[in-house]
Structures are given as structure tokens and as C-alpha cells.
């Protein structure tokens, strides 16, 4: 019957309209943002940011300013200076660190390759998503006290890759710290010997004892 | 009941009776105008709102709600924004037509509601000779307007908009009229004043006579439905705007406040072919029931013209747009032949007025079924129903 269509669609369409006022859940799809969010999901990621361990964001920066990041970032957004002192890393190896970092958040592209090539765990993808500022020059550039935040941080935004990432860390500190031990103990032993024979080869050539003698961390 | 409902008289004649008897007839025709220029353009702007509001929640969404309390300041910032705007005339512009066209589109609409019957006693402008004449003739000119800014723009897309505007326009003119000639042969009187009071008569259980209430006034009121929908541009009629397709139409080339003029004609001649509606088929300011008379008379219209407006709205939401070579047929192979056996049974109705009501009615309601039927039988065929492959 011709006009029977459009009194179905005026039914379909008049379903939605009451519906949204006595079953809003099931016909308003909207979540209204600013009071409302949603939970995102673990894979999330807005723009990178650093990590450190413990509560100190210099002494417990993870990153080594060993700049492959800054070589790797297509758009090349990142910007490291090489500090000139060295200070332990979390096995106790001295390390550099970053003296600057600064990451461009209007070039950033969170294309995620800096987390990719990162050898150390040391720059991770945040999942804040409201860096809209008034300011487009300083604003927009992130300095390292600004990209720095806790492990916690990291474990809370992504917990799956956090956790993986610290029962490695925390398989290699162990491996470092036998290793020292291990080495400990041979030039406990070696002590003896090397008293004696004033010129051995083995006092030319003395295993290294110091704790950071542990294998890097990856 | 009678001082509410005559409120806005004893209002103005107070106000009237202030100034000096030789002022008295300018002063009351000022307010008059005063009045129509407020209330119309401030329902336009409640529409606007209301209009994004419903079809938001047509389409599972909640509308604006950030502006002023649940989102009714909208239209203000609506507003403020298009006057801020930059006025932007074309080079190639006929910089004349296009100042005039956006006034040429607002004032006929502003007319029209002049002769419109609002309530007991409250019409701006009683034509008892020529009121539907009147409404029709200023409408028209409505028209020009639009031709006026498809043709001024020195653009493709606004003259294909005021093109088709133009088809569009006299296509349905005729339908309008010719459903509204039903009232007139019924009512005896082109005044709109007289229509109303006709449908004043009562029948049984206190039931006001509206038109509606008969075979032809409710297949009159449908294709004077149709008709008004495509002479105010409304969807599935708004093939002179066609975002899609051409951009914006006749008012492609017009921004910042000439742009929301178009806007607000176009929203008054949606209420003022309403409020024809009403007036010609769904008893004016009347009430249903002679018991509903304490309602002031003017709130039942009003009532009646949200009722209306939220139709149109509703099937805005509802129907998709038609085709231009649709449209063509529609108007002439099914609406037009239908208005006419339409005013055959009117007159049909009219002369069986003795007859026992029952036959009457199915005499009156078989023949326009039949007419029905038998008229969108080569529309359906011409379009027949869609089959999806993808979709049910
Ligand atoms: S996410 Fe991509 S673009 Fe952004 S800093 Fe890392 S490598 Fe560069
Ligand atoms: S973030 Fe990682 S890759 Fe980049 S400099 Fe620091 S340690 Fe190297």
C-alpha cells in the first residue's frame, strides 16, 4: 500500500524519540565528555612520556640519553642533551642522563616508535589527552620535569606491559647483583694467589669487581 | 475564562486608550504589528532549539544542552554568532537584488499572519472579502524573494537552488490552494474569520464541527499538509536548499546575518502556512470539546501550531529527500488529481447534507479511498519498493 512506509519510518523514528526519554541507556549513545568519560582502553596512547623509578624524577630517570630515540622519531620532535657526569642506573652501573629532553607535542605524531626502539624502558605512551593550551610556544613543549612521572604511573596506565616490564627488570637486577657476588667471591679467592707471585698475569688483568659489573640490562 | 481569553484585546485597548482619539487607529495598528513581529520570531527562535533538540533524540542523541539552562539560550549564541559574522557580497553580485532578497523573504510571511485568526476577537486584520486571498497573494511573493537570491548570487548552485525552488513552489502552490478551495466552497466566505466561526457549530456530545472531522477535510488536511511542508521548503521537500547537493541552494551566496534572515523566513512561512492549517481545517482557536472553552482560545492555537510544527520536525526526521523528478510527479500525477476529486466530494458532502450520516460518510470516505488507490497505483509502480541486499 503505497504510503505505508512512511508511516513505518514515522513509527521507527517516534520509537527513538520516546525511547530516549524512558530507556535513555539503551537509545542516547552519547557520553557527555567533560562530566562524563569513558574508561579508555589499555592500549591508549596520546604522547610519551618518561619514566622513573622511586620517587626521585632526576636520580630515578630511567633514561640513558643514549639518543636513539631523537635519531629514531620520524618527525624529530625529540631534543636531547647528553649530560657530562655519569650517575648509577637501577643496577648500579653509572650511566649518562639526559640533562635536557624536551619533546615538541605539536610535531609529536604518537606514532610510538621512541617506545619501540627505547633499549632501557625508559619513555612509555601516556594516555592524557587534554594538552590543549593557550600558550602554542612553551606550552607546547614538553621539558623533562614535565615528561617525567612515577613507574607507578606507568603501571596504572598500561598494567599488563608495566608488570612484564618489571619482572624483567627485576630478573636482571637479580642477575647483576649475582654477577657482583659471583665476582665478589673470585676476587675474594684470587686474593690469596695474588699476593704471592707479585707479577701473575692474573694481577695484570684483575676480573672487574665493582657492582656495576653486572650485564646491561637487556 | 473571558477576561484570559480576551486578555491581549483589554490589553491593547487600555494601552490604546491612553493616546488621543485621532491616534487611537494608528496606535492600535502599531501594536498589532508590534506583536506579530515579536511573537513569531521569538517561536522561531524556541523552534530552532526544539527542532535540533528532537531530531537529536530521533537520532539517538541529546542535542544542544551546553547553552543556558538544558540548551535553550542556543538560538542567542546562534545569534550572536551570524551577526558577528562577516558580511560577504560576491563581485559579480547584483548587489541590489541580493540586500533585498533576504527582506523580500521575511516581510510576506510577517504579512500573512495578519489575517490569521489567533484567537476569539484577536486577528490583526479582519478581511471579510479577501483574507485567504490575501495570504495566498502575499505568500506568493515569497517567490520572488527566493528567485531574487538564487538569481543576485552570480552563482551555479544558488540559480540551480532557486531553479528548482521555483518548480517546486508553483508545483505545490496548486495542491495548497485548491485543498484550501474545499474550506472556501464550504465556508461560503474567503475570510478566514468566517472559517473559523463555521467550524464553531456544534455536534453531538459538545463536539466542535472542525473540518476535520469529515471524509474530505481529512484528506484535504493531509494533502494541505504535503503541500505546506514543500511551499516551506521542508523536508522531504527541501530540494531548493540540498546541502548535498548544492551546497545551500538559493542562499549559497549569503553569510553572517543575511544568511539566518533566510532562516527566519523560511521558519515563518512554515508557522504562517501552519497557521493556515489550522484555521482552515483544524478549527482555528477553537477547542475539540465546547467543555474545553475555559482553555483561552489563543492557547489552543498556539497548542495546535506546536502540535504542528513538531509534525513537521518529526517527519524531518523520518523521510529522506525526494528527487526533483519525484517531486514533479508527485505534485502532478497523484496530488493534484487528488485534490480535485477531493473538492468533488467536498461538494458532494455539501449537498447530502440530509442524508443519514452513516451512508453519507461512506459514500464520501469509499470514493476517496478509491481515488487513493487507484491514484498511486502507477506512482508505485513507477517507484517500486527498494530491495536491499545488505539491509532488510
Ligand atoms: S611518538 Fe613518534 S613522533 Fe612522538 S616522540 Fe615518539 S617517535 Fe617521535
Ligand atoms: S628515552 Fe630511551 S632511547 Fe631515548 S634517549 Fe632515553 S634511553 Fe635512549
Known sequence: ?218 | MNTLDQLPETLKDHVVGVFPAGLQPWISALLAIGALCAIFPALFALTTVLERKILGRIQNRPGPNRVGPAGFLQFAADGIKSLTKEDIVPRNADRLLHFLAPLVVVIPPLLAFSVLPIGRNLVALDLPETGLLFFFAVGASVEVGVFMAGWSGGNKYSLLGAMRALAQLISYELPLILSALTVVMLTGSLSLVAMVEKQSAVQVAGLHAWNLFTPWGVVGFLIFLTAAAAEANRSPFDLPEAESEIIAGYFTEYSGFKFALFFLGEYLGLFAVCGLGITLFLGGWLPPFTWLNWIPSWLWFFGKLGALIFFFIWLRGTLPRLRMDQLMQFAWTFLLPLTLINAFVAGLWHFTADWNVLFRWALSAGLLAAAYVALSRPFARAFPRRTYRFAP
Open chain 1, 1 to 218: 500500500m503505497t504510503g505505508s512506509g512512511i508511516l513505518q519510518g514515522l513509527a521507527e523514528t517516534a520509537k527513538n524519540f520516546v525511547g530516549s526519554f524512558t530507556h535513555p541507556a539503551e537509545n542516547l549513545a552519547t557520553i557527555e565528555y567533560p562530566e562524563q568519560r569513558q574508561k579508555l582502553a589499555e592500549n591508549t596512547r596520546q604522547f610519551p612520556f618518561l619514566v622513573f623509578d622511586g620517587t626521585d624524577p632526576e636520580a630515578g630517570l630511567r633514561c640513558v640519553a643514549c639518543q636513539i630515540c631523537e635519531k629514531e622519531c620520524p618527525p624529530q620532535c625529540i631534543y636531547i642533551i647528553k649530560s657530562k657526569a655519569k650517575k648509577p642506573d637501577f643496577v648500579g652501573k653509572p650511566q649518562f642522563f639526559p640533562a635536557v629532553f624536551d619533546i615538541d607535542l605539536s610535531v609529536c605524531m604518537s606514532c610510538q616508535i621512541c617506545v619501540e626502539v627505547c633499549p632501557f624502558d625508559a619513555i612509555k605512551m601516556d594516555q592524557d589527552f587534554e594538552l590543549a593550551t593557550s600558550d602554542r610556544f612553551q606550552g607546547l613543549l614538553f621539558h623533562k620535569d614535565r615528561l617525567a612521572k612515577p613507574n607507578s604511573h606507568f603501571q596504572k596506565i598500561h598494567p599488563t606491559e608495566a608488570g612484564e616490564t618489571d619482572t624483567r627488570r627485576a630478573a636482571d637486577l637479580e642477575k647483576a647483583q649475582a654477577a657482583a657476588a659471583k665476582a665478589a667471591a673470585a676476587a675474594a679467592a684470587s686474593a690469596k694467589p695474588v699476593a704471592t707471585p707479585a707479577n701473575s698475569p692474573e694481577a695484570k688483568n684483575p676480573p672487574p669487581a665493582s657492582p656495576a659489573a653486572g650485564t646491561p640490562p637487556m
